[in-house]
């Protein structure tokens, strides 16, 4: 691997080490962004993906990057080399892609940006693995196998670690991270819809305090 990928590499884990679980959100609403940012930073989880599905992502991610203190401002639903030059050109300091196609990988090979990119079966773990990437998004963690999925592709893929997302919850978080090859996990659960559109920052705060004690390795 060359300098540069481990260099990246390195940046990533670390952004996805800083607590057990990244945050997955979807910002309907811009000015949701920073009072979101700000309850989930204030319950100890500072990795916030958002994702590019909503008009106003790219201007979210802009928000949070330069308002909100101790957030790691990261672009999720990257899907085409259009998305990750927008998510670079806003600030994001991550990105992260459900699964990967031959021309996001064409595009991320010219880019820097630390990049978690969506692995769902060992073939395409290992491929990913070969290109560097040693840190991947599961995804979609519940449906393509969960816990056990991880559990058994730690013996042959021993230099991957995951990221599982998609379906997990307050009350599962804690199996995935218990395995050895799981660096965080991701989830929207700790900013439902509800919660956001009744401004419910408190409640937000809560759920991110009790995700940020979760046991990782
Ligand atoms: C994602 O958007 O990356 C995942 O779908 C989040 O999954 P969840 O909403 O089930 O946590």
């Not at 997955?24 to 930073?41: N, Q």
């Not at 659960?189 to 759920?207: C, G, H, N, Q, Y």
Request: with cysteine; aromatic share 6%; glycine share 10%.
């Amino acid at each position: 691997m060359s300098a540069a990928m481990q260099k990246r590499q390195d940046a990533l884990e670390s952004m996805m080490r800083a607590a057990p679980v990244v945050a997955v959100v979807v910002i309907g609403k811009l000015g949701d962004a920073i009072p979101l940012a700000r309850a989930l930073v204030a319950g100890g989880i500072h990795a916030i993906e958002i994702t590019l599905r909503t008009p106003v992502a790219l201007d979210a991610i802009r928000a949070v990057a330069a308002e909100v203190d101790g957030a790691i401002a990261g672009a999720g639903t990257v899907l085409t080399a259009a998305d990750l030059h927008a998510a670079e050109d806003a600030g994001a300091r991550f990105g992260v892609s459900p699964g990967t196609s031959p021309a996001l990988l064409a595009a991320l090979e010219k880019s820097t940006l630390p990049f978690l990119p969506g692995s769902a079966t060992a073939s395409e773990a290992l491929a990913l693995f070969e290109r560097g990437y040693r840190l991947q998004k599961f995804f979609p963690a519940e449906p393509a196998g969960g816990v056990e999925y991880l559990r058994a592709v730690h013996g042959p893929l021993p230099g991957i670690g995951f990221c599982p997302t998609g379906g997990i919850r307050a009350a599962t978080a804690a199996n995935y991270l218990a395995l050895p090859n799981v660096v965080c996990v991701g989830g929207s659960w700790l900013s439902p819809a509800d919660l956001v559109r009744a401004e419910d920052w408190k409640a937000i705060t809560a759920s991110a305090r009790a995700a940020a004690l979760l046991r990782g390795r």
